[in-house]
């Protein structure tokens, strides 16, 4: 992880920028390395994926979250080592399994559950 991209994480954690202006920061660096190493100029820049997190319960939204998917992968260097251990023990590789969803084709849901008055849906956008 490049040490511009660390510094941006720690101004997420510090609450100086939000997590959709440390998407954008991380993009417009990511567009200026294709730049500088010589990719195409005109190339159209991706459309930034995000997990997205809805929680209801009576009706009414208790959360409703967005995450860009570079910037989940991004915290995933944060993770402790044992968690990573016991994900790996299930066979589930986090950073895989983001960048997996990040170049995915299409929304899709990834989890959407109904009890009671209960309602989570987790989906990429």
Do not use: C, W
Not at 13 to 28: F, H, N, P
Not at 103 to 122: A, F, P, Q, S
């Amino acid at each position: 992880m490049t040490e511009e991209r660390l510094r941006i994480l720690e101004m997420v954690a510090e609450g100086k920028i939000s997590v959709e202006e440390a998407d954008q920061l991380m993009e417009t660096m990511e567009q200026s390395d294709n730049r500088y190493q010589g990719k195409a100029q005109n190339t159209r820049p991706k459309k930034s994926k995000a997990l997205k997190i809805l929680v209801q319960e009576g009706g009414k939204e208790k959360v409703n979250l967005s995450i860009p998917l570079s910037l989940a992968q991004a915290f995933t260097g944060f993770m402790p080592e044992n968690t990573k251990a016991k994900l790996e023990d299930k066979n589930i590789n986090i950073s895989e399994l983001l960048e997996n969803l990040e170049n995915g084709n299409g929304d899709g849901k990834l989890i959407d559950i109904d009890e009671g008055n209960e309602h989570v849906e987790i989906r990429i956008e």
